[in-house]
């Protein structure tokens, strides 16, 4: 397999890249591929369409692959899997010493500040969070990093729609111009307001690359444009 | 903005995996402690000695079974992310796991000097019972040092199989091999004609050679000729940590090798 991954400072760019899964190709990249940089971008598919590998990917977690990723290092991306994975022993404080000890990019202060912000227990362990407020502890745990890239794998499918908007506005505040946002997500009429750029996924093809603004001026919203290419 | 793992960070990520196992830990060790204390109150009853010791034998049976399942569920579908996003490469996740497992069971075995001390023989007595307290615990670290290290070694290796079923007849089967190997190995003096030594499996209670380590596995060798006296460490006790301190070395350069060389998925 002829594989490479390329550290860049925050760009993102996929060239000839595949993913297989024993003989069954899971994500196929073509070798003109696709390259971004400071943009928010939103990361559209059905289940199974390939986008938690591309992800996982980035993240370090997939080694094996044909083609080049360009991507900052593993440790220079902040990422949320779509699953929690703060062990549920341990309460926000614990998790805010761990994220400090792991990371020099981490702001304590500021992640304080943000569980207040969203009246989240400190001293309960996560056990007893409901599963909206675990995805809040994460996503927060996670934005309070100062990373060139930001992964998240669809961090907002549980949070009510008051607590996603102050989310939302969170994401906004706290990556810099500079930042790129990763964040694949099923309910996109609730956030398409946070997305300046949009890649669709369907069987491991990409099947759309775009800027907000062109999509918009094919459908009005982003669901509807997004219905209309899995229509084709 | 990438941080090599410094030792205060390994300190923190090994207390947060160490209280992960805490509830476990604790029950095996009140599981050791009752099993031990048993052992001393009814000494002149060996029925309940007998049975206290094969309940001591199956824990830490249990324990060995569980903790190696652990460092290969890891790789295999646990999807640890809180050590898959460790910083530095993903190899530190399975390090940390087989460093908080040493820890436990370093512990366990340093718990059980006194009780390995007041079983021993009423031959031996002062230093005696000190030297033979210091080899055979020695003895097991290395056996359990060994042992964690061909379990690192096999899982991560293990990953490069999609198909779980597939990865758990890798790891155990490359495992049997090697533990076979090394108790051939081990055994080799019995095997070239001295007949005066004499093996079992299991653990020696009442002291008449030394309790042997093929990594995890408790042989019993002796020396028909010199039981009872330190004499009786022989010639095994010395194979036996030559294998282990041979596989230390064998595997931890396969480690290096492999977690440098081998890209992997650390996701099924």
């Not at chain 1, 024993?22 to 971004?36: M, N, Q, S, Y």
């Not at chain 2, 890798?170 to 091999?177: E, V």
């Not at chain 2, 009872?228 to 480690?255: P, R």
Request: glycine content about 6%; aromatic content about 12%.
């Amino acid at each position: 397999m002829n594989m490479k991954r390329v550290a860049t400072q925050g760009k993102v760019y996929f060239t000839d890249f595949s993913v297989k899964y024993g003989k069954r190709t899971v994500l196929d990249v073509p070798a003109d591929g696709f390259e971004l940089s400071g943009q928010t971008i939103g990361l559209f598919g059905p289940n199974g369409a390939g986008k938690t590998t591309m992800i996982r990917t980035l993240a370090g977690l997939i080694n094996r692959f044909g083609g080049t990723v360009g991507a900052p290092s593993p440790d220079a991306i902040s990422y949320v899997p779509d699953e929690p994975y703060l062990y549920p022993f341990l309460d926000i404080k614990q998790c805010v010493n761990l994220f400090a000890n792991r990371y020099p990019d981490f702001n304590q202060e500021k992640s304080l500040s943000l569980v207040r912000e969203l009246n989240l227990p400190l001293d309960r362990p996560l056990s007893s969070f409901s599963k909206g407020q675990t995805e809040q502890a994460h996503l927060i745990l996670s934005l309070s990093r100062g990373c060139p890239l930001y992964v998240l794998d669809e961090p907002l499918a549980s949070v009510d729609p008051f607590t996603r908007d102050k989310l939302l506005s969170i994401i906004q505040k706290s990556t810099s111009k500079n930042s790129t946002v990763l964040m694949s997500t099923h309910i996109i009429a609730e956030i398409e307001g946070i997305f300046s750029h949009v890649i669709m996924i369907n069987n491991g093809r990409i099947i759309a690359n775009d800027s907000v603004e062109q999509f918009k001026k094919e459908s009005d919203t982003l669901e509807r444009a997004f219905k209309d290419r899995m229509a084709r | 903005m990438t941080k090599r793992p410094t030792m205060r960070m390994l300190l923190n990520e090994t207390k947060i995996q160490a209280r992960k196992y805490l509830h476990f830990s604790a029950a095996l060790l009140a599981m050791l402690l009752l099993c031990d204390a048993v052992s001393v109150i009814f000494r002149s009853t060996p029925a309940v000695v007998s049975i206290a010791g094969m309940i001591r034998i199956i824990a830490w049976c249990f324990t060995i079974c569980y903790f190696a399942f652990e460092l290969f569920r890891y790789g295999n579908g646990a999807n640890d992310y809180l050590l898959l996003t460790l910083p530095s490469r993903k190899t530190n996740g399975l390090t940390l796991k087989a460093v908080t497992f040493f820890c436990i069971l370093l512990v366990f075995t340093l718990l059980e000097c006194p009780f390995t001390a007041y079983t021993l023989s009423t031959h031996l007595t002062g230093a005696d019972v000190a030297k033979v307290i210091a080899y055979d615990r020695a003895s097991r670290l290395l056996g359990i040092i060994a042992f964690l290290l061909i379990f690192m070694v096999v899982s991560y290796l293990s990953f490069l199989f999609r198909n779980v079923v597939v990865s758990a007849i890798f790891t155990f089967g490359i495992y049997l091999s090697v533990t076979i190997a090394e108790g051939c190995m081990v055994l080799l003096p019995r095997l070239l004609h001295q007949t005066a030594l004499t093996w079992a499996i299991g653990y020696n209670s009442d002291f008449a050679g030394a309790s042997q380590f093929i990594n995890i596995f408790p042989i019993m060798v002796w020396n028909n000729q010199k039981t009872g006296s330190l004499q009786a460490l022989g010639t095994i006790s010395g194979t036996a940590i030559i294998a282990n301190l041979l596989l230390i070395a064998v595997f931890y350069f396969i480690w290096k090798l492999v977690s440098s060389h081998i890209p992997m998925n650390y996701i099924k």
